[in-house]
């Protein structure tokens, strides 16, 4: 006997054990009163003794097939409140989602996208945790996030993605720097200034970005220093220790005494992607990609 079909013959024995009357139990059932009968004579035969007694009057549990009922009673419950459980994560309405961010979607990407899921599917747990964008393509290969906010383009086969945003870039400096004071930036005007960025070991792939963008109009920045937080970044420039280059996504959060400037140069901009394995079938996964997605096509219009 199959575990499925011992549990329509236990769930027909619970019918039976309540109603106590083998006709309204298999109109309860929508079986045949033979069939009824038929499945208590075939799990009586499989636990190996009798569950009711039958007159032509009326039917009463055994001693035996009284201790049978309570004892299952709780692990059938447990059963069905599984399979309601399982039917909700199917669904996206519970479950666990693992969301992975970088620094530039700290601001307001990630906390957005999280704030109008949560609106919808309040019932499943969210992780967030902070990865650079090329450890989330490793942890995302790897199945140990489910999303991720990260610098795009996203080009890998196994992976689907949708741009949420793209952001200038800007100089940020001290106020008073002489780049304040220009009529536009442009990429040479960096050219002989200090630069502080992020450290490679954080920031490798805006960094890559960066060089290749002033790389294509002949400059190369003197970096001078480099450190691993964006609070790092920012304090050095605040001592007067040189510029740093930023998308304007962060910019809001600059303190009084510093100042950006947009880089007026084509291409001068960073894109964001939420990405995700494109061969998920999670519905919590669909479901969040597609509110991303739904919210960014909203306040493109």
Same mark, same amino acid.
């Given at each position: ?43 009586? %035969? *499989? ?7 039958? /007159?032509?009057?009326? @039917?009463? +549990?055994? =001693?035996?097939?009284? !201790? ?24 996206? %309405? *519970? ?7 970088? /620094?530039?979607?700290? @601001?307001? +990407?990630? =906390?957005?996208?999280? !704030? ?186």
């Amino acid at each position: 006997m199959s575990n499925l079909e011992g549990l329509d013959l236990i769930r027909s024995f619970f019918v039976v054990a309540e109603e106590l009357n083998f006709r309204r139990s298999a109109e309860r059932l929508h079986l045949d009163q033979s069939a009824l009968t038929r499945r208590i004579q075939k799990l009586e %035969h *499989s636990v190996g003794f009798a569950l009711f007694e039958r /007159t032509t009057r009326e @039917v009463v +549990l055994t =001693p035996a097939g009284r !201790a049978y009922y309570n004892d299952n009673r709780r692990l059938l419950g447990d059963y069905d409140r599984s399979v309601e459980a399982a039917r909700s994560i199917s669904a996206g %309405h *519970s479950g666990t989602l693992t969301v992975a961010y970088m /620094t530039f979607a700290a @601001v307001e +990407l990630m =906390p957005q996208a999280v !704030a109008a899921y949560r609106r919808q599917r309040p019932h499943v747990a969210l992780r967030l945790r902070y990865v650079r964008t090329q450890g989330q393509k490793i942890l995302l290969a790897n199945g140990e996030i489910d999303v991720g906010f990260m610098l795009g383009p996203i080009e890998h086969s196994d992976f689907g993605s949708v741009t949420v945003s793209d952001e200038k870039l800007c100089i940020v400096a001290r106020q008073g720097h002489r780049l304040l004071d220009l009529p536009e930036v442009r990429a040479e005007d960096l050219a002989e200034e200090a630069v502080i960025l992020g450290d490679t070991a954080e920031w490798e792939f805006y960094r890559w970005r960066l060089d290749d963008l002033f790389g294509q109009n002949g400059v190369a920045l003197d970096v001078q220093f480099q450190a691993s937080t964006s609070i790092a970044i920012l304090g050095l420039v605040r001592a007067g220790l040189g510029v740093t280059i930023l998308p304007e996504c962060l910019i809001p959060a600059l303190h009084s005494d510093l100042q950006a400037r947009e880089i007026r140069q084509e291409g001068f901009s960073i894109e964001t992607c939420l990405a995700w394995r494109r061969d998920s079938k999670l519905k919590t996964v669909l479901d969040f990609v597609d509110i991303v997605a739904g919210a960014t096509e909203a306040q493109a219009r």
